[in-house]
């Protein structure tokens, strides 16, 4: 079955950088499109990112455009999103999830606070 | 950015009962809709998918119409395990964001 397990998440101050890793499992990865969603602590979803299979094609949401960039290594079954200049409203549980658009699967999700 | 706005915010329903909750989007998405949900402490689940196609293993009792501006989803009978928060989510934009609805609480009465 499919399984999703993020990581990095962690406590990281207000300028600083983070890199989230999803690694995928019980499919075939290099088939299919990938995004990352976000929901603040009590807050709705957020979508954040997305990533074509190939990896040609990636798209941002306004609020992380510039600072945030999505990436996957198909040998690995791995997706990645590396976090530059955080903010405090950056602060959320991030979930990787399959799909463009539709998003059927979805991992656990790390949480990433940003605070001093 | 098209914008969707859920109502209501909270809906209260009595096990057994009919829950109808609306959708909608600032500008047409055709009937590329979605919708999710979030029990307390989980992750998002697909439900509805092209505004009125169940994803695989969901209840008949989920259905979903509308397209363009309006949509529904309606919960034919409250079941314990439906209590939960619901998203709407259109994913007509392209490029991207695909926009998520603020949700709507589903709350035992």
């Known amino acids: 079955q499919v399984q999703l397990v993020e990581s990095g998440g962690a406590l990281v101050k207000p300028g600083g950088s983070l890199r989230l890793s999803c690694a995928a499992s019980?499919?075939?990865?290099?088939?299919?499109?990938m995004s990352w969603i976000r929901q603040a602590p009590g807050s709705g979803l957020e979508w954040v990112s997305y990533i074509s299979r190939s990896g040609a094609s990636t798209h941002y949401a306004d609020s992380v455009k510039g600072r945030f960039s999505i990436s996957r290594d198909n040998a690995k079954n791995s997706l990645s999103l590396q976090m530059n200049s955080l903010r405090a409203d950056d602060t959320a549980v991030y979930y990787c999830?399959?799909?463009?658009?539709?998003?059927?699967?979805w991992g656990q999700g790390t949480l990433v606070i940003v605070s001093s | 950015e098209i914008v969707m706005t859920q109502s209501p915010a909270t809906l209260s329903v009595s096990p057994g009962e009919r829950a109808t909750l609306s959708c909608r989007a600032s500008q047409g998405v055709k009937s590329n809709l979605a919708w999710y949900q979030q029990k307390p402490g989980q992750v998002p689940r697909l439900l509805i998918y092209g505004a009125y196609t169940r994803a695989t293993g969901i209840p008949a009792r989920f259905s979903g119409s509308g397209s363009g501006t309006e949509f529904t989803l309606t919960i034919s009978s409250l079941q314990s395990e439906d209590f939960a928060v619901y998203y709407c989510?259109?994913?007509?934009?392209?490029?991207?964001?695909?926009?998520f609805g603020r949700g709507t609480k589903v709350e035992i009465k």
């Open positions: 999830a399959t799909g463009e658009g539709i998003l059927p699967n």
């Open positions: 989510q259109q994913y007509n934009s392209w490029p991207p964001p695909w926009t």
């Open positions: 019980g499919f075939s990865f290099s088939d299919h499109f």
